[in-house]
């Protein structure tokens, strides 16, 4: 079982993924102390809930390989799972060992455990499809609208477990960075999101809704999280170069969305694009707190 373990987590879940899942909730919680007017003082204490992140991103991965399972055998056989390289059993018990894993890690204090048991009960709900599996599976949006949410929750966690060690907390100032989740929101649109000419019997939003309209949506999430970035730039006090530097290069991330708006072409995934964006965003905002 390890050697299988170690080929789904090789694939599925790699050493960058959670390197970034480590990265993404240190450089909030000292944007949410920032923006609390509290020094930025490094504590032991702000990498437990970055592990237990870590804990929730994997159990939702694992829940989706089975939630998934006969679509993948159709549209993705190389995959562990489908390729049956990995056994559900072994799944069930990695699944397993996330949720102990996310609950350890939040032992910190009542609410956090009570966080963690909701974030945990609604990524329950999400392996059951909320119990209307059937009406789910035949619309894309309700998916995104039922599942994604998850994020929210994500993000209320940290609120919580950020105040649970440090009483200086204002988490109604945390509230300001909470556009930034929208990152995600931008990825998990893009990734289903092709040129006319690749779509295939998956299901994309670039089926459902059109190419152009998908592209729209991301756009303005997009804009929705600059917003939120020049925020908190100006709450920073962020020297100005660093801003011009920053949106200069943020300009070229964005380009691609703005071409297949006009053309339908893409010289690289749109996944991609959001992935990248993520790493800088997160990475620029990471250096402002320190500026």
């Known amino acids: 079982m390890p050697s299988r373990l170690l080929i ?10 959670i390197i970034g899942s480590l990265l993404t909730t240190l450089t909030m919680q000292f944007i949410l102390l920032r923006l609390s007017g509290l020094p930025l003082e490094w504590n032991t204490m702000m990498i437990l809930p970055a592990l237990a992140q870590v804990s929730f991103s994997l ?10 399972y006969d679509d993948d055998l159709k549209n ?6 489908p390729s049956g390289r990995v056994l559900k059993s072994d799944l069930h018990v990695l699944g ?3 949720v102990v894993s996310a609950l350890f890690f939040s032992a910190t204090s009542l609410e956090t455990v009570g966080w963690a048991l909701i974030v945990l009960a609604y990524s329950f709900l999400m392996l059951k499809w909320f119990f209307i599996e059937s009406t789910i599976r035949k619309s894309l949006p309700l998916a995104l609208l039922t599942h994604h949410p ?6 209320a966690y940290l609120l919580v477990a950020l105040g649970g060690w440090n009483p200086g907390f204002n988490w109604r100032e945390g509230i300001y960075a909470f556009p930034i989740v929208l990152l995600f929101t931008n990825w998990e649109i893009s990734r289903k999101i092709r040129m006319p000419e690749e779509e295939t019997a998956y299901t994309t939003y670039s089926k459902i809704w059109g190419p152009k309209a998908a592209a729209l949506i991301c756009l303005s999430l997009q804009l929705i999280v600059q917003a939120a ?19 200069f ?3 070229t991330l964005v380009y691609p969305y703005v071409n297949f708006l006009f053309t339908l072409k893409l010289t690289a995934t749109l996944k991609k694009m959001a992935e990248s964006q993520i790493l800088f965003v997160i990475g620029a905002l990471l250096i402002s707190c320190f500026l």
Do not use: A
Request: charged residues 15%; proline residues 7%.
């Open 8 to 17: 789904y987590l090789n694939e599925m879940f790699p050493l960058s993924n």
């Open 59 to 68: 159990l939702i991965r694992v829940m989706d390989e089975f939630k998934d």
């Open 76 to 81: 993705f056989p190389q995959r562990p799972l």
């Open 96 to 98: 397993w060992m996330t």
């Open 150 to 155: 998850v994020v929210i929750l994500h993000f």
């Open 229 to 247: 970035v020049g925020f908190i730039f100006y709450r920073f006090q962020t020297p100005l170069y660093f801003v011009g530097i920053y949106y």
């Open 249 to 251: 290069f943020y300009l």
